[in-house]
């Protein structure tokens, strides 16, 4: 009989049919209800952290993220080259330049190219930075696939030189720091914007939802006015800013709150799968079951296979369907975005990590509802693809 494992579905198991029909009972479809602010409590106390706003979208509480930055039209923010590309566009809604700076073996922004790009290719004037005379403003980090970006050494930079930080933690829901200065800190709260993500195949989903939170609990506050039109009178329709509409809908957060409720449960299924697949990989030389940030503990959303490109030389796509053929959903990770349409010829510095991930990085199945079984066939399945490739 034939079986298909896929790399990421959806957990249904607690409230949520519960949750939905409650909203819809009660008439409360929209961005206003109950469940929505019930869900930003439930957020804020899972995060420690005062204040959250939630939105339509992890791009959304990206968006407003380096609106309140006062990102503006002419400015720089500093990237990340490999990861979603929803991470880098806001940036171009800001009409705002973005220059991308390499990873380092986490995936996640290396803070000594970082460090080199302020120093050598900046000029800092004691309180703003400049790249060809426009001013620095923020960078945008991303905890890819849930693993935690070095922010000791970010923060301490972006302290240096006054820039914004917004943590793209839409994949990184639960990861923290256990040891050093952050130690008990939750990815999104370090920096001064935190966005989190609830997309389909996300940690937790709400079908499609976000949410932001910021290291300032007023700017949130401003964050939550600017989601809803910005309307400033509760009776009439006066308007001193120009607002979006970002927020969140109650039906959305009220799948959200049965979400979080098996947060916790959900980290620890992706927590013990990953020590599963890193047993099956253990002692198998064609690839690499990557690890997560030493001192952290990851939410461990994705898993990365990191390929022998000395031995296998089968293209993604190859790999992709042949393991499709065998029951097993793959993915590549993402193509850099620097190289993407819309930002060709924007500027790069020192890429040499992400270009050499990009070819190599392969995300295998994840779910929270995998079976012990269906991971040793998946890995089975994995290895003697790849055998049969080295071999061929
Ligand atoms: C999912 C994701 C986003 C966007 O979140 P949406 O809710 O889909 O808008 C942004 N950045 C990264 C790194 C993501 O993985």
């Known amino acids: 009989m034939s079986r298909f494992i896929p790399l990421s579905v959806p957990n249904f198991e607690g409230n949520e049919k519960k949750y939905v029909d409650d909203a819809i009972e009660q008439g409360w479809v929209s961005t206003g209800g109950a469940y929505i602010t019930a869900l930003e409590k439930k957020l804020a106390e899972f995060l ?52 991308f700076i390499d990873c380092d073996d986490s995936f996640c922004m290396d803070p000594a190219k970082l460090r080199s790009f302020c120093e050598e290719e900046c000029a800092w004037d004691g309180e703003i930075l400049r790249h060809n005379g426009s001013h620095v403003k923020a960078l945008v980090v991303v905890h890819v696939f849930g693993n935690m970006a070095d922010m000791e050494s970010i923060m301490e930079i972006a302290k240096a030189y006054n820039l914004k930080v917004i943590e793209d ?60 039109q910005a309307k400033t009178d509760p009776h009439y329709y006066i308007h001193d800013e120009v607002g979006y509409n970002y927020r969140m809908t109650n039906l959305q957060a009220a799948l959200g709150v049965a979400q979080m ?34 001192g952290t503990e990851s939410n461990k959303w994705f898993y990365a296979l990191s390929i022998d490109r000395s031995k296998i030389k089968a293209s993604m796509r190859e790999i992709i369907t042949s393991l499709q053929d ?8 993402w193509g850099l975005i620097n190289e993407q349409k819309p930002y060709e010829g924007e500027e790069t510095y020192k890429l ?27 890995a089975d399945t994995i290895k003697e693809l790849f055998r049969s490739l080295a071999n061929g």
């Open 169 to 228: 933690a839409t994949e990184a829901l639960g990861t923290r720091y256990i040891e050093g200065r952050f130690s008990g800190k939750y990815a999104g709260t370090i920096g001064d914007f935190g966005a989190y993500s609830f997309n389909g195949n996300k940690i937790i989903t709400t079908g499609g939802g976000g949410a932001v939170t910021a290291a300032d609990p007023e700017v949130v506050d401003h964050i939550r006015f600017l989601s809803t």
């Open 261 to 294: 409720e098996e947060l916790p449960e959900f980290i620890r299924r992706k927590q013990k799968n990953y020590e599963q697949y890193k047993a099956e990989f253990e002692d198998f030389d064609l690839c690499e079951l990557m690890p997560f940030r030493k």
């Open 352 to 378: 040499e990590k992400a270009p050499y991930y990009a070819e190599r990085i392969l995300n295998i199945p994840c779910s929270t509802q995998i079976t012990e079984e269906e991971i040793t066939f998946a």
């Open 48 to 99: 420690e952290t005062e204040n959250v706003a939630a939105c339509q979208s992890g791009t959304s509480a990206l968006h407003l993220s380096l609106v309140e930055a006062g990102v503006k039209p002419g400015d720089t923010v500093i990237v990340p080259p490999l990861t979603f590309i929803a991470a880098v566009n806001p940036v171009k809604y800001q009409f705002a330049t973005p220059v």
């Open 326 to 333: 065998r029951g097993i959903q793959t993915r590549a990770i």
